[in-house]
Every structure is written in C-alpha cells, then in structure tokens.
C-alpha cells in the first residue's frame, strides 16, 4: 500500500516537473522563433540589401581560401573609411574573376578596361551590423598584361576581418558607395588555364587535382564542362556541353572538344571551360558524387609568331631574375638558340623592360605571364604547347645554366651555332625525341659579391660529379599526356632519349652563387613537386643545399663550399669570344654600365 502510494506521488511530481519543463523550452523556442523572423526582416530592409556585382564564374558558388574569406593578416597601413547606404555609387571597375593566393589576391580585368600605366586602389571591405560598410583602399600591387582577353591585377591580402572580395577603383576616385560580395576563388582547387592543342582536343590545367606525380592517371574519373552562348536576342544565355577525359597526369587533363567545335576550332577561342570530377566509391552501395571545380580558365589557341619554323628555341620559368637575362639569352643566341619563351612567374624586378629591351635588340624574346604559384610542370608543359608549330627542338634550361663544348674549344673552334647545329644532326631521327645534358654545379668559388663580368666569368669552381640532366625535346614528339619532372619529358611510344657524352657538351650549372643571390632559393620554389626550403621537410633531397636548414642564414664558409674542382673552362671561352677587342668589356656588362 505504501509502495503504490509512493509510485502515485512519484508519477504526479515528474508530471509536473515534465509540464514545467515543456512550458520552458516552448516559451524559449517561441523567443527563437521571433528573434529569427526579426532578423529576416532586417535583412531584406533597403538598409541592410547586399547589391551583389554579378561575375562570370563557372561555379556559382562562393568558393574560399580554407574556411573563410577573411585574411588573418593585420595591416596598419590601411586608412579606415566608413561608408553609408545613402553615398553616392562609386566607379566600381568591372572585375571578372577573383583568386585568393598565400600572399595576395590576383584579380581578371576584361581588355579595354585599364591600362598597364594607370594607378589603381583594391577596394575592400567589412560588414557593420547598423547596415553600414568599412571600407579601405591601398594601392594595387601590379597590372600585368595576361593573355588575349584580359589583364590581371594584384593586390595585397585584406586587413583582418575584411573580405578577400576585391573591388577596383581608379586612383583618386573618392566616390564610395555601397557595394556587394562577388565570388573568391581558392587557389587550393582551380582551374587556372586551357589551350586548344590540335582540332579535337582540349588541354585543361587545374590545382587541387591531387594527382600521383610522374606517372599518368586514370582519366576515366574526369570530364570537361564546356559553357557556350546561345545566339539568340538574350545575351546571358549560356548552355553546358560535357564531354570525357582521355589523358590525365599531374596537374593537367586532356579532353576531347565538344562535335560543334570540331569542325570549326576556332570558335573554341575564349570559352569557359572546367572539370567534372567523379569522386571514387570505397564501397558498391555508396553513392556515385561528382564536384565540379571552380574555373577562371578560357581556352586559347596559340598563335605562331613568325610564317618559318626555328630549328631551336628555348623556354624557361623565372622569379626575379631579369638581371641575369641578358648574359644568358646572348650567350646561348651565339650557340644557336632562335626563338625565346619567358615565363614570368609573379617577377616585381622591372623583368618586363629586360625583356622589352632584349626584344628591341632583335633576341626574338616573349615573356608570357604566369601568376599560378608552384606550378613549374605544368607551365613547361603550356609552353611545349605554344612551341610546337614554331620549333623543332626546344630546351628547358633555367638561366643560371650554360652549355658548354669543352671539345670544340680545346680545338680551337670558335663554337658559334654550335647547339643548333647538335640538334639539328637529330632532326631526321626516327627515334630520337629528347637530348639530355648532364650538369656541372658550380659553387661561390671564394667571392662575396656578386661577379661584375657575369656568372660564366665569375664562378670558376664546382663539385667534380655532375648532378642530374636537363633536356631539349622534339615538342611535336611528347606524350598526349605532357608528363614532365622539370628535367625531361615522357615522348611518344617508339621514341627514346640521348645521353650526350660529357666531353662533348656539358652544362655549367651556377647552382650555388654568392649568399646574396643564392638565399632567395629559401622564398620561391617554382617546382610543384619540390618542397620549400622553410618547410622541415626532406632535407635530405638534392634539390636542397647540402649542410643548409630550413632559414636563409649564411655559413661561416659559405664562400668556399662546393669548391672541389677548378674549371675555367667556359670561362676562358667566353672572354676568348665575346670580350670587346678594345675595352676587354662584355656584351652584358656594357648593358649594365651604360
């Protein structure tokens, strides 16, 4: 009896604490509700109204850098401006694409809408919750010239807090007004570039692809997304055409063109293209999911700048090196070298007046922009691309390497088009696609400043092992696949290589140069595959410095590191042939006194 009459009381009290706590949570609820509907009604006030600034993204999605779109970088240089709904509408310059880089944001600029001369301001800015906006301005970085249908703009990364969706204003334009959030794009996962490569096929580079370097992937997990325009009265309208993969390597996919551009390849000037990524299952039943990656990418067909064909060019990728330009392209246009493809790879050095001038001395130099970080493969491999219709042969070399025939001087011959005439004793080969040259490295050879006559001169001193190879291919003979490791590209089925003899040609490779020169190798490694020499990672790799860390501080002996031949051999060559007979003053050493 007692017992029932416990369970009785029990069962009335968590009645009643059940119906006190529902009483709760509702009324609590009910707050939430009200509170959520007031904010929904704020937001579409007039006041507190996003004007959003349309792009023409491919994805239309808003794609960020990590997990937001705000830097954490602080700046104290930024001046604060404050502005209200009710301003005056500012001359917003038309920006068509946004990329968020570790160290900057790039903006797309369509043609004819700045000049590489004007003076701009990247705009950016903070939301305030009363529905107004901070906004600041700093100075644009740079305006670079990037291919046939636009220019690129860099700015610095934004304050903290503030959006990385830049805007552009001129210089002195002190209008603003209320302005909106435009896509950002994530340099983590992008595709960055396409070019046409024959009538049928597509060649398409992406970031983020996480592809198994050196060796070719299964393609089938890729397809190219094609957006065309309709003809019709309404302009906007686009329509998607997709069609599949049939290479895929490192970071570049080969597609197919869509049947309606086949016949006519260049309508496929300018389109929008990206990849579809199928997203392997782990397990029968999961379902199949496709991502499609964001694009700043349209297609462009490389135009030959000359009706002949040279019979060698050469191409490399630099990083504030337009001082050493003009040694290198003189020396090697002696041996034979035709034609020149300069990538640019983010240089603020004054490199594009180096090459203005080199042009104008009638060296046949074009530097072409290429904003996309660590991707030295892929860049090689658009220039292969772009070389194929104007060169038989083209040579990857960097512009601290110099070849040089130790035969032909011990001889006494004087060497000149000696290079061309090498390659060119290949070119009716059936078999051979590729020339590999071995490397001499070359060290500081006791100096602490660098040599006025110019590294062949100057360095004279080298380890006695020659360290790796660099190629010069047949660009007509490489694999569909383009696959490249910086040194040599994978060719055809039924192509092979040839190693030079090192008594024949070798290649001075003026690897390790003073500590001024040589410490900037721990900033910028242009290689995808190569890991920066700040990250403690793979310090054992021959790409690194023996004996160096992971911070740019000088050796008690650096200067006299990797000393343990003494060569003065190219040297003696070069002052024999290039030297005024006068002045004893060299070709690029007049250019640096006058």
Known sequence: MDSEQRRKKKRTTFTYKSSKLN????????????????????????????????????????????????????????????????SSTAMVLRVEDR????????????????????????VYYKLLLAGNQEVVKQSALSIDEYDEFG?????????????????????????????????????????YAATLDGNDTVVVFAKGLNLRPHRESDASYYKCRFRLRNLGEKKDESFWLTTKAITA??????????????QNPEKARGIRVTLVHTIPRYYRRAPIKHEILPSVARISVPISKSEKKYELCACTMLWNQASSLKEWIT??????????????????????????????????VTRHTWPWIKTQEAGFSHC????RD??????????????????????????????????ANYSSSRTIAEIRTSCHSFGPSGLSSHPTQGVTVGYTCRVASPERHKSIIRPDLLDPTLLNVVHHFLVKPGYTYWNMLESNVIINHYKYQVWETFRTKFFRRVATYVVDWQEDQNKGSKDRAPGLGTEAIEPGDWKRQFCEVWDTGLRDYVLANFADPATGLLPWEINLNT
């Open 23 to 86: 009483n709760y949570l509702s009324a609590k609820y009910i707050f939430l509700c009200l509170s959520f509907l007031l904010l929904l009604f704020f937001i579409y006030t007039e006041s507190f109204k996003f004007n959003y600034i349309p792009t023409v993204s491919i994805r239309p999605v808003l794609n960020v850098s990590n997990l937001s779109l705000f830097s954490l970088q602080k700046n104290p240089s930024f001046k604060l401006r404050q502005s209200s709904p009710s």
């Open 331 to 364: 020396y090697h246009t002696w041996l034979g070298v035709e034609r020149w493809f300069i990538y640019d790879n983010n240089s603020d050095d004054g490199i594009r007046d180096s090459v203005d001038e080199l042009d104008f001395q009638d060296f046949n």
């Open 390 to 423: 104007e060169c038989t042969w083209v040579g990857f070399f960097d512009v601290d390497e110099f070849f040089y025939f130790p035969r032909d001087h011990r001889q006494g011959f004087s060497g000149q088009n000696s290079l061309k005439s090498l390659v």
């Open 384 to 387: 292969a691309l772009r070389a």
């Open 151 to 191: 220019l690129i703009v860099r700015c610095p990364l934004p304050p903290v807090n503030y959006s990385a969706s830049v805007d552009l204003m001129r210089h002195g334009d002190s209008k603003e007004g209320h302005f909106g959030i435009s896509a950002v794009h994530s340099w983590e996962k992008l595709v």
């Open 99 to 122: 990329v968020l880089f570790p160290d900057q944001v790039l903006l797309f600029v369509p043609l004819n809408t700045i000049n590489q001369d004007e003076n701009l301001d990247c």
């Open 249 to 262: 390597a490192q970071e570049i996919v080969r597609c197919l063109l869509p049947r309606s551009i086949r």
